[in-house]
């Protein structure tokens, strides 16, 4: 060969390579021996509609390929039901013009398919990654397509906080007590300003590298879970962020909801069980849009959905993921939801997925639960739901006076009489506040008597507990001052602060009598059966005393909870189905044995959590 063909020879590759490279194909790469057996790829680059596409592999299958309204986009489906973990070429051919992208299909992990999912033993720690700790500052500053700026003094920038700071503190993490970490969205975000907190999708398969790099996410779980701890991924399926390609090049007219003119969505959620719902009110909220920034998908199209799906999967397949939380849960397509938890239940057995319904009435949440009675559509397959109605409820609850009919920790006690409306108590998840609602505490507390009152109801009662992060510091917090002001910087996660809240000697005396409370109960809770797993009953609160135990194979754990600012003397004969044979209980929180044969004296605010001998 000349040399003159030899360099023409070299060009030619080097354009094709280039070219290869320029082509974006979603998901990246894909598993042999998954239980689904058709895989969507979706091809974007320029013109790439106007080639025709083959593959290398005999035992892989085009069984369709469309082109949409945008030239630069093709969606291939690929049956790989007999295919074996190999790398394999596809062929994008155009007359002469000719680009190969070489195509992986890994070994599955066999151990993907039991993957050890969250529960009611676990306790969730919601963490706003950009605000925990900046682990990493070289990638703070980093070149990004969308202008923005890191400024820890302007609320809505970002912060720096990444995985890396996660990962640094996992041992924090684990000393503290719980045992699940449920991260708001990590996935990238390029779009102006930052999108600091995550819900704006600009790359479903990509880490906002201001976080980190999917390497270091993988990494987390596995590091996570070396240390007892799961770890539950956020996502989004109802929007993305308006600087995704999508939106930018959108593939087809029907793509998104409302595209030609701006709808904002109405928020009502009721429509879906309410009997006299109109068909307008109804569009409006799940094709209404949240805010300008944040386009709605359309989950109708069969594309779309496929995509959503598939990424998921591809997220818990890729990292082992233990659980998913998926956002603003009913503005989704209704239908391709069912299809969705379907197709993870297909692949992974007793996964655990929590959706949030945010829905102000028991009733309301209850109907988004799997097996609800309530639900007069097509059972929602989705496991696990979040009660807001508590959350909203403890705001006031268990800081105002408790009568016997009304207020305080009353209102406690009647909402939890509304528990049996769901098919599956132990699958709802329980939370005092998280990034979307104001602190449990507004101001910082002079007196802990509420705060410790709220914890042991939070940790003691059936469901899935959540904290959210600086909860055991006392972290406060209004979201009507600003987002930010309920979405603070951990002190001490970022080099030079002047204050290390992650240390015992860096916090008040105040903060470390609420850090070690929190911590004595989660290590108490933890491996705690009659907690996790136990049955529930409680007494009408009498004299603004609440009283409720627990118990499962005779085995017993009663709370007691004095709701007033005054000294309380109860008899002890009203609770004798309770009590039976029992004279004394230890007391996990003062450490002593109580006796419980006439009254029990209890000093104002004051908590037990009993367990009878």
């Not at 906080?161 to 699940?180: E, R």
């Not at 030079?496 to 004595?520: P, T």
Request: proline residues 3%; aromatic residues 12%; glycine residues 6%.
């Amino acid at each position: 060969m000349s040399k003159k063909i030899t360099l023409l020879f070299i060009a030619f590759f080097a354009v094709l390579t280039l070219s290869a490279q320029q082509l974006k194909v979603d998901p990246t790469f894909w598993w042999s021996g998954m239980q689904e057996t058709e895989l969507q790829l979706m091809i974007y680059g320029d013109g790439i509609a106007n080639y025709t596409t083959s593959v290398t592999a005999s035992d892989v299958t085009i069984k369709e390929s469309v082109r949409l309204a945008s030239p630069n986009y093709q969606i291939i489906y690929l049956d790989i039901s007999k295919s074996k973990a190999q790398k394999f070429d596809i062929l994008f051919t155009d007359g002469d013009k000719q680009i190969t992208y070489q195509y992986e299909l890994k070994e599955r992990d066999a151990k993907r398919k039991n993957i050890d999912t969250f529960n009611s033993s676990d306790v969730l720690y919601l963490i706003m990654p950009d605000r925990f700790a900046n682990g990493n500052p070289a990638n703070d500053n980093i070149k990004m397509n969308m202008p923005y700026k890191v400024d820890r003094k302007d609320p809505n920038a970002r912060h720096g906080g990444d995985i890396q700071g996660i990962s640094n503190n996992l041992d924090y993490l684990s000393d503290l007590g719980v045992t699940a970490v449920w991260l708001n969205p990590v996935l990238e975000n390029d779009m102006e300003g930052g999108s600091y907190h995550g819900y704006a999708t600009t790359d479903y398969y990509k880490v906002d590298p201001r976080f980190g790099t999917n390497e270091e996410y993988a990494q987390l779980v596995e590091d996570a879970n070396q240390k007892g701890l799961k770890v539950v991924m956020d996502i989004i399926f109802n929007h993305c962020g308006s600087d995704h390609h999508w939106v930018t090049d959108i593939p087809s007219a029907d793509w998104f909801n409302n595209m030609d003119e701006y709808v904002q969505t109405s928020h009502i959620k009721e429509v879906f069980f309410d009997n006299y719902a109109s068909d307008y009110d109804t569009k409006k909220l799940t094709d209404g849009w949240f805010v300008p920034t944040m386009p709605d998908l359309n989950q109708r199209n069969r594309h779309v959905a496929k995509y959503l799906i598939q990424n998921s999967i591809w997220w818990i397949e890729y990292t082992g993921i233990n659980g998913i939380r998926q956002d603003t849960y009913p503005y989704a397509d209704y239908d391709m939801m069912i299809d969705w938890c379907e197709a993870v239940d297909k692949e992974y057995p007793a996964y655990n997925i929590v959706g949030e319904a945010w829905l102000n009435n028991p009733i309301g949440t209850a109907f988004w639960q799997k097996d609800s009675k309530l639900n007069n559509k097509k059972n929602t397959q989705l496991k696990t739901v979040m009660d807001f109605k508590l959350m909203g409820l403890s705001h006031s609850a268990f800081s105002e006076e408790t009568g016997d009919w009304g207020g305080g920790l009353y209102n406690i006690y009647e909402h939890m009489s509304y528990d049996y409306i769901y098919p599956d108590i132990y699958h709802v998840l329980r939370f005092l506040d998280n990034h979307d609602t104001d602190r449990f505490l507004k101001e910082m507390p002079t007196d802990l008597s509420s705060y410790k009152q709220a914890i042991t109801f939070l940790l003691t009662i059936p469901g899935i507990p959540q904290l959210y992060y600086g909860t055991e510091l006392l972290m406060h917090g209004n979201k009507g001052r600003s987002d930010g002001d309920i979405r603070l910087d951990v002190p001490g996660g970022w080099i030079g602060d002047k204050e290390n809240h992650y240390s015992r000697e860096g916090r008040s005396d105040k903060q470390n009598e609420a850090f070690d409370y929190l911590q004595k109960i989660l290590k108490w809770r933890n491996g705690n059966d009659i907690i996790a797993n136990g049955k529930m009953k409680h007494y009408a609160v009498n004299k603004g005393v609440y009283l409720y135990e627990r118990y499962i194979n005779n085995k017993k754990v009663v709370v007691v909870m004095n709701g007033t600012n005054n000294n309380v003397e109860v008899e002890m004969d009203r609770y004798a189905e309770t009590l039976a044979n029992s004279t004394q209980g230890f007391d996990v929180v003062s450490n002593q044995n109580i006796q419980l044969s006439n009254t029990l004296k209890l000093s104002p605010r004051q908590t037990m959590i009993l367990e009878l001998n």
